[in-house]
C-alpha cells in the first residue's frame, strides 16, 4: 500500500510493516478535529491492508502534545461540542488499533502529553528516546482525560499511581517512566530510528498466529477466570499447532536455523 497523507498523518504498509505517522510538527502533531478523521482514516486503510505490525510514531521534536488548545480555545462556549466532534471518530480508531491481532509498537520520538499519552500507550510495546519527557496536563487545566490515556496509563502503572500522575501533571522523564513502566525501552536520540526498525522487523518476522493468540490471552485476562482462561489456552494452543509456523518453528529448533515463518 503507497504511503498517504491529510491533515497531518500519514501512513501506508511496504514490507509487512504498516506505519503512522503524526506529521503536523509545527502544531507539535497535536490532534484537531481533521487529525481525528485523518488518524481514523490511518488505522482502517493500514490494518485493512494486512501488515505484519504497525508502528505509530510522530516527526519532530513532539511525538503529540495531545489536543489542539488552539482550536478549542477558538470554540468559546461550545469547547464541549467540538471536543466530542473530534473523539467520534478518534476513540473507536484507538480501540480497534489497541485490539488489532498484530503487534502495535509506539515509537515516542519526543515530549508526550495529553490526549498523545493514550497514542502512545495504546501500543503493545513502547519504546522512546532518552529526551522523551511524558505530562499528563489533563488537571493543569482543567479538564480531564480522553483518547484512552486512562486506561492505557493505569494498566501499565496501577489505578493509585496513574492517579497521582494525573492530579500533580508533573513532567516525568523517559528513565523514571522506563522505572515506572509507563515505556518498555529507552534508547539513546542518536540510535532511536536504528532500535526501532530492529524491532519492528524483527516482529515482523515472527509468527503471526502465535503474537496474535499471546496478545489475546494477555489483553483478555481481566475478564476470565483461571478455569476460563486455561481452556482457552489449551483450544488456542492446539489452532497453533495445526498452522505450518508450528511445524516451521520446530523444523528450524531442529535443525538450529532462523525460523521462516509465513513463507518468508
Request: with cysteine; glycine share 12%; aromatic share 4%.
Given at each position: 500500500m503507497?504511503e498517504?497523507?491529510?491533515?497531518?498523518i500519514?501512513w501506508?504498509?511496504?514490507?509487512g510493516?504498516?506505519?503512522?505517522?503524526?506529521?503536523r510538527p509545527?502544531?507539535?502533531?497535536t490532534?484537531?478535529?481533521a487529525?481525528g478523521h485523518?488518524?481514523?482514516?490511518?488505522?482502517?486503510e493500514?490494518l485493512?491492508a494486512g501488515?505484519?505490525?504497525?508502528?505509530?510514531t510522530g516527526?519532530g521534536?513532539?511525538f503529540?502534545a495531545?489536543?489542539?488548545i488552539?482550536?478549542?480555545a477558538?470554540?468559546g462556549?461550545?469547547?464541549d461540542?467540538?471536543i466530542?466532534?473530534?473523539?467520534?471518530?478518534?476513540?473507536?480508531?484507538i480501540?480497534r488499533?489497541s485490539?488489532?491481532p498484530i503487534?502495535?509498537?509506539?515509537a515516542?520520538?519526543g515530549a508526550?502529553?495529553?490526549?498523545?499519552v493514550?497514542?502512545?500507550?495504546?501500543?503493545?510495546?513502547?519504546?522512546?528516546?532518552?529526551?522523551?519527557?511524558?505530562r499528563?496536563?489533563?488537571?493543569?487545566i482543567?479538564?480531564s482525560?480522553?483518547?484512552?490515556?486512562s486506561y492505557?496509563l493505569?494498566?501499565?502503572?496501577?489505578?493509585?499511581?496513574?492517579k497521582?500522575l494525573?492530579?500533580?501533571?508533573?513532567p516525568i522523564?523517559a528513565?523514571?517512566?522506563?522505572?515506572?513502566?509507563i515505556?518498555d525501552?529507552?534508547?539513546?536520540?542518536?540510535?532511536f530510528t536504528a532500535?526501532?526498525e530492529?524491532?519492528?522487523?524483527?516482529?515482523?518476522a515472527?509468527?503471526?498466529g502465535s503474537?496474535?493468540?499471546?496478545k489475546?490471552?494477555?489483553d483478555?485476562?481481566g475478564?476470565?477466570?483461571?478455569?476460563?482462561?486455561?481452556?482457552?489456552?489449551?483450544?488456542?494452543?492446539q489452532q497453533?499447532?495445526?498452522?505450518p509456523d508450528a511445524?516451521?518453528g520446530?523444523?528450524?529448533?531442529?535443525?538450529?536455523?532462523?525460523?521462516r515463518?509465513?513463507?518468508r
Open positions: 503507497e498517504r497523507q491529510a491533515d497531518g500519514r501506508g504498509v511496504a514490507g510493516v504498516g506505519r503512522i505517522t503524526l506529521d509545527a502544531k507539535a502533531n490532534i484537531g478535529l487529525q485523518a488518524f481514523a482514516r490511518s488505522v482502517d493500514v485493512g501488515p505484519r505490525v504497525v508502528l505509530l516527526t521534536r513532539i503529540c495531545g489536543g489542539d488552539d482550536a478549542m477558538g470554540a462556549e461550545r469547547i461540542e467540538l466530542g466532534r473530534i473523539l467520534d471518530p478518534l476513540h473507536p480508531a480501540e488499533l485490539r488489532a503487534p502495535v509498537v509506539s515516542l520520538n508526550v502529553g495529553g490526549a498523545g493514550g497514542l502512545a500507550l495504546c501500543a503493545d510495546t513502547v519504546i522512546a528516546t532518552a529526551s522523551m519527557k511524558l499528563t496536563g489533563y488537571a493543569a482543567g479538564l482525560p480522553d483518547a484512552g490515556a492505557f493505569a494498566r501499565r502503572v496501577g489505578t493509585e499511581r496513574a497521582q494525573f492530579f500533580l501533571s508533573e522523564d528513565p523514571r517512566c522506563l522505572a515506572l513502566g515505556v525501552a529507552v534508547h539513546e536520540d542518536a540510535r532500535e526501532t530492529a524491532l519492528v522487523a524483527r516482529l515482523a515472527a509468527a503471526t503474537l496474535a493468540r499471546i489475546q490471552l494477555c483478555g485476562i475478564a476470565r477466570a483461571l478455569r476460563d482462561h486455561l481452556d482457552l489456552e489449551r483450544a488456542l494452543l497453533a499447532a495445526r498452522e511445524a516451521e520446530s523444523r528450524a529448533f531442529l535443525e538450529k536455523r532462523a525460523p515463518f509465513g513463507g
